[in-house]
């Protein structure tokens, strides 16, 4: 059985940074990605970051690009997303999300195993 358990988020102001945390246990399928997604109160989910295969090929939203960093520990089974000069619109609820068969790496469809959420809040 999957379980994704996201911690991290929190409360920053404008231009502070967080770094989120996903657990997860009992995921095998390093050949796919594991990632991030985001959604805000009247918007649909959108990927922010990925990391996919034994390779570690990263992916992120135009939106965060230069601003955040994915990575893994593979020892700790563990996702990390490092979120800085954050801005008010990065305020969501942050999913940590893994694949089962592949795919678009920032579809949500692409993605079957998923976390409870962590939420971020940017003041400005």
């Known amino acids: 059985q999957v379980q994704l358990v996201e911690s991290g988020g929190g409360s920053v102001q404008a231009g502070g940074s967080l770094r989120l945390s996903c657990a997860a246990s009992g995921y095998t399928y390093s050949s796919y990605c594991m990632g991030w997604f985001r959604q805000a109160t009247g918007k649909e989910r959108e990927g922010v970051a990925a990391?996919?295969?034994?390779?570690?090929?990263?992916y992120y939203a135009d939106s965060v690009k230069g601003r955040f960093t994915i990575s893994r520990d593979n020892a700790k089974n563990t996702l990390y997303l490092q979120m800085n000069s954050l801005k008010p619109e990065d305020t969501a609820m942050y999913y940590c999300a893994a694949q089962r068969y592949g795919g678009l790496w920032y579809h949500p469809s692409t993605f079957l195993y998923w976390g409870q959420g962590t939420q971020v809040t940017v003041s400005s």
């Open positions: 990391i996919c295969g034994a390779s570690g090929s990263r």
